[in-house]
C-alpha cells in the first residue's frame, strides 16, 4: 500500500522527530494532541492536527477510538506509534490494520509474543538464547511467586510482563518484601500497560544493560546495526546511553548481534526493534527483554551509522527491501545520549512540573538536540517527565564525552527542577570517563555531598539582577542611591554601586565584587577580578528569578520584598505532597501508629507511583485527602503527631 499522509499517534519530541522526517521524506503528517499539548510545538509542525480529548491519556494518547477517528477525519493511510503509549500494544496495531492503514511497526503477533516478556522469554530460550533464571509461569498468586523465588534465590527482580521503561519493576531482597512489591508492581503496571501480569528474574548484581538494535523487512532479510549501552539507569529507567558499548570487544558484538538477530527471527519479525540484554562481569550475556518498537536513544545509533531509522520504518512499512546488508553496515565514532528530564536528583530523582520561563537548546559541533520545548511551555504531571535528548558524536568516546559535557553546560532550561547538573557531572566521573559505569552506578555515586544551598556567588549574583531590574530609566533608583538590600532565602544580600556599572556585594561573610558587561532580557555577562563570564537568567510571573550559572541552577525570592510562600521544616508532620499527582491509596487511617520510613500513601505522579513515608515514628492525627484526589505540589495530605498518643 501506498503512503501519502502519516498519523503520528503520540506527543512531545518523538512526535516532532518523526514528522520531520516523514516530510523530508516526501510524506504529508498528523499531529495528535490532548488538550495539555495544544500549544506543543510538534502539534505546529505537522500539517494537520487533531485534538483527542482531556490531558488524562485515557483520554487522549490511550483512547483507541479516538485515534482510529483522528485517522479517519484527516485521511491518513498510515499510523506511526512512536515510543511509549501504544506503541507496544499488539491489539492497537492489529486496530489500525483492520481500518486499512498502514502500521508503521512489527506484526502484531510478533508485538503479542515479544512484548509480554514472559512469552518473550519462552520463545527466545526456545531459539537458544541465553536467558536469565526466572519464573514466567501462569500461576500469578502470592505463593507461586514465593516459592518461585526460594528456588531462583534471592535477590530477585520483579517485572511487569506487558511493558517496560522500569514501570512495574522492583527489587526485592528478602522474602518479607516480596508480597509488597507484588502489589506495587502489579498496580504501576495495570495502570501503565493494562495488564498487572508479572514475572520473576534473578537479579544479577552490578551488571551492564547492553542492547542491540535490529531491522527487518518484509522480504525476509533482518540485521543489527550495533549495540549501545544503557547502564545509567535511576529506577530502572535509562538515563545516558552510548554506541558503541565501552565493554564490548568485535567479537563480542558479533556474538551479541547474531544472537538477537535469531531472537527476531523466532518470531517472524519485521521492523524496527531492540533486543536487550544484562552482561555480567565475566563477559556472559543474557536475554531480558525485547522492544518491539523505535527506542529512546535511538539517536546514539544514528550518530555512529549515519543512518535515519525512522526513514527505515518508513521504507520498511512500504515494502521496500532494507537499504544496506549486514557486511555493509559501519560504525563510526562514538556517540552519548544524556535524557533531560524534569525531576530532582537530589530528592530521589521524584518528577518535577512548571513552566518553562526560558529555554534555549545547545548549538555546538557535532550535536543533536531531540526536544519538543519552548519557552513558555507547561510541563504537566500527566506525561512521562522526559524533556529532552542531548546527542554529542566524536571520532573517539572521549570528543564525545567532551562534547556531551560541553553541550550540557551550554543547555539553558529555567522554570522546573531538571536533572541537568546530575548529567554534566556524570559526564566527568572517573568511572563514567572509564567506562566503567554499570546498573549500580547512581546508587553508588549521587548525590554528591557537594550538592547544597546555591553557593554565595551565585546569591550575589541574583542580588544583582534584582537590582538590576529596579526602574533604573525613570529615575526611582540608580548607583548613587541608598544601599540596595534583599534577603534571599536566609541569606542576606546588600549591593552597593560603586559606580554606574560597578558593584559590591555582600553575602553573608563574603563580599564580591562585580562589574557589569552586558545584560539582556535573560543573559548577563560580567566581570569579577579580571574573570569575565556569562550567566543566563529568567523571571517569573510572580516574581521568582531563577538562574543558571555553570553547573548551579537555582531559584530565588526576595523575602523583603514578596514573604515566602509557607513551608514546613524537614522535621515536620505536616506531610506534604512532592509533586502534582493523583492520590492512588492510602496505606494508614486516622489514629493508626506507624514507624518511621512506613509508607502512608501512594502519590501517582508522571506515570509512576511513588510511596511517601513517615518521616518518623507518631500517630496519624489527620487525612486530608482521599483515593483518587488530585493534589497540587506541597498540597498538606497528611498530619502525622511525633509518638504514640
Not at 514 to 542: C, I, K, M, W
Request: charged share 20%; aromatic share 6%; proline share 6%.
Amino acid at each position: 500500500m501506498t503512503i501519502y499522509k502519516l498519523l503520528i499517534a503520540n506527543r512531545g519530541e518523538i512526535a516532532g522527530r518523526i514528522i520531520r522526517t516523514a516530510q523530508a521524506m516526501g510524506y504529508e503528517t498528523v499531529a495528535v494532541f490532548s488538550d495539555a499539548d495544544a500549544d506543543a510545538p510538534y502539534v505546529a509542525l505537522a500539517d494537520q492536527a487533531v485534538r483527542l480529548g482531556g490531558a488524562e491519556v485515557s483520554d487522549s494518547y490511550l483512547n483507541v477510538e479516538r485515534l482510529l477517528a483522528a485517522a479517519k477525519q484527516a485521511g491518513a493511510d498510515a499510523v506511526h506509534p512512536g515510543y511509549g503509549f501504544l506503541s507496544e500494544n499488539a491489539d492497537f496495531a492489529q486496530r489500525v490494520q483492520d481500518a486499512g492503514l498502514v502500521w508503521v511497526g512489527p506484526p502484531p503477533a510478533a508485538m503479542a509474543l515479544m512484548g509480554n516478556k514472559a512469552t518473550a522469554r519462552q520463545r527466545v530460550a526456545a531459539a537458544g538464547v541465553p536467558i536469565v533464571p526466572g519464573y514466567d509461569g501462569a500461576e500469578q498468586t502470592d505463593a507461586a511467586f514465593l516459592a518461585a523465588a526460594e528456588t531462583i534465590g534471592y535477590p530477585v527482580m520483579v517485572k511487569a510482563a506487558a511493558g517496560g521503561g522500569g514501570r512495574g519493576m522492583r527489587l526485592v531482597g528478602q522474602p518479607a518484601d516480596l508480597p509488597t512489591a507484588l502489589a506495587a508492581a502489579r498496580s504501576e503496571a495495570l495502570k501503565a500497560f493494562g495488564s498487572n501480569e508479572l514475572l520473576l528474574e534473578k537479579a544479577i548484581i552490578n551488571p551492564r544493560h547492553v542492547e542491540v538494535q535490529i531491522f527487518a523487512d518484509q522480504h525476509g532479510h533482518i540485521i543489527h546495526l550495533g549495540e549501545r549501552d544503557c547502564s545509567i539507569q535511576r529506577r530502572h529507567q535509562k538515563v545516558i546511553e552510548e554506541a558503541p558499548s565501552p565493554a564490548v570487544s568485535a567479537e563480542l558484538r558479533q556474538r551479541m548481534g547474531e544472537t538477537a538477530v535469531s531472537a527476531a527471527k523466532s518470531v517472524g519479525y519485521v521492523g524496527a526493534g531492540t533486543v536487550e540484554f544484562l552482561l555480567d562481569e565475566a563477559g556472559q550475556f543474557y536475554f531480558i527483554e525485547m522492544n518491539t518498537r523505535l527506542q529512546v536513544e535511538h539517536p546514539v545509533t544514528e550518530m555512529v551509522t549515519g543512518l535515519d531509522l525512522v526513514a527505515w520504518q518508513l521504507k520498511v512499512a512500504a515494502g521496500e527491501p532494507l537499504p544496506l546488508t549486514q557486511e555493509q553496515v559501519l560504525l563510526n565514532g562514538h556517540a552519548i545520549e544524556a535524557r533531560l528530564y524534569a525531576e530532582d536528583p537530589d530528592n530521589q530523582f521524584l518528577p518535577s512540573t512548571g513552566t518553562l520561563h526560558l529555554w534555549q537548546p545547545p548549538q555546538e559541533a557535532g550535536v543533536r538536540v531531540d526536544h519538543g520545548l519552548a519557552t513558555g511551555l507547561a510541563v504537566s504531571p500527566f506525561y512521562d517527565p522526559l524533556l529532552a535528548k542531548i546527542i554529542a558524536w566524536g571520532a573517539t568516546r572521549e570528543e564525545a564525552r567532551r562534547r556531551l559535557w560541553r553541550a550540557l553546560g551550554k543547555t539553558a532550561v529555567l522554570g522546573l527542577t531538571t536533572n541537568r547538573r546530575f548529567l554534566r557531572q556524570t559526564a566527568v566521573h572517573p568511572t563514567f570517563v572509564n567506562g566503567q559505569a554499570t546498573t549500580r552506578f547512581i546508587e553508588e555515586n549521587w548525590p554528591p555531598a557537594a550538592n547544597a544551598a546555591p553557593s554565595p556567588q551565585l546569591a550575589a549574583l541574583a542580588g544583582l539582577l534584582l537590582y538590576q531590574r529596579q526602574p533604573l530609566a525613570n529615575g526611582l533608583w540608580n548607583w548613587q542611591s541608598r544601599p540596595f538590600r534583599c534577603c534571599l532565602g536566609e541569606r542576606m544580600v546588600i549591593i552597593t554601586a560603586v559606580s554606574a556599572n560597578d558593584y559590591q556585594i555582600q553575602t553573608d561573610n563574603d563580599t564580591f565584587h562585580f562589574r557589569s558587561l552586558h545584560h539582556t532580557a535573560n543573559s548577563l555577562r560580567f566581570e569579577q577580578d579580571g574573570l569575565r563570564d556569562a550567566l543566563v537568567y529568567a523571571f517569573a510571573p510572580d516574581g521568582e528569578l531563577w538562574v543558571q550559572w555553570g553547573e548551579e541552577t537555582a531559584v530565588f525570592r526576595d523575602n523583603l520584598q514578596q514573604p515566602p510562600a509557607s513551608s514546613e521544616s524537614a522535621g515536620s508532620g505536616n506531610i506534604l505532597a512532592p509533586m502534582p499527582g493523583s492520590i492512588r491509596r492510602l496505606a494508614v487511617a486516622v489514629g493508626d501508629t506507624v514507624a518511621v520510613g512506613q509508607t502512608l500513601l501512594i502519590l501517582e505522579a508522571m506515570k509512576m507511583e511513588h510511596a511517601i513515608p513517615a518521616p518518623f515514628a507518631g500517630t496519624i492525627s489527620q487525612i486530608l485527602v482521599q483515593e483518587g484526589e488530585q493534589m497540587q505540589a506541597r498540597q498538606l495530605m497528611v498530619v502525622l503527631e511525633e509518638g504514640n498518643q
